[in-house]
T-cell receptor
């Protein structure tokens, strides 16, 4: 199993450009998540999807959209990138394990917005 | 609402010394607690988790954590540090064992040779 995969690994954008970050998992998990990681702030939840066809906002959803394309894939879109969106983005998926969800993370996408 | 506070954004210990990384939580319901580790340029990897089955939880790589309700703490320890333990460590909490995690701000662990 590849686990959680993310593409691209690194991206540079100009302010106002758009892009989509891709995430896929092969563990048959129902739930998937997008986080951003910024120095000194830990990980903050952007959006999550509890199951195929559903998405919900997390702590910092402004400026982002998501699509749960199917059970495997969960994409994050920046419609008009801003320098404040420079960050490392992590996708995760989770499974129930003894009445509790355990999250598994991808390797991350480093995004620089100029 | 749940939150975690990690005391000390940077911790340095000598190789072979005790590692102690602090995490205090706040939760209106019995919490589920996690420690994750992030090695340079990698994603987060689960170290251990508390599920109310036992207050002392053993994880991978020789780490363990003890849940202390009276102190609202879930500190991470390892008796003897190795160079390979150098990484950033995150404490996280969720309620009812559901899927939404709230992370602390992380502690960067440096090992001194």
């Amino acid at each position: 199993n590849a686990g959680v995969t993310q593409t691209p690994k690194f991206q540079v954008l100009k302010t106002g450009q758009s892009m989509t970050l891709q995430c896929a998992q092969d563990m048959n998990h129902n739930s998937m998540y997008w986080y951003r990681q910024d120095p000194g702030m830990g990980l903050r939840l952007i959006y999550y999807s509890a199951s195929e066809g559903t998405t919900d906002k997390g702590e910092v959803p402004n400026g982002y959209n998501v699509s749960r394309l199917n059970k495997r894939e969960f994409s994050l879109r920046l419609e008009s990138a801003a320098p404040s969106q420079t960050s490392v983005y992590f996708c995760a998926s989770s499974q129930m394990d003894r009445d509790q969800e355990t999250q598994y993370f991808g390797p991350g996408t480093r995004l620089l917005v100029l | 609402a749940q939150s975690v506070t990690q005391l000390g954004s940077h911790v340095s210990v000598s190789e072979g010394a005790l590692v102690l990384l602090r995490c205090n939580y706040s939760s209106s319901v019995p919490p589920y607690l996690f420690w994750y580790v992030q090695y340079p340029n990698q994603g987060l990897q689960l170290l251990l988790k508390y599920t109310s089955a036992a207050t002392l939880v053993k994880g991978i790589n020789g780490f363990e954590a003890e849940f202390k309700k009276s102190e609202t703490s879930f500190h991470l320890t390892k008796p003897s540090a190795h160079m390979r333990d150098a990484a950033e460590y995150f404490c996280a909490v969720s309620a009812f064992g559901n899927e939404k995690l709230t992370f602390g701000t992380g502690t960067r662990l440096t090992i001194i040779p």
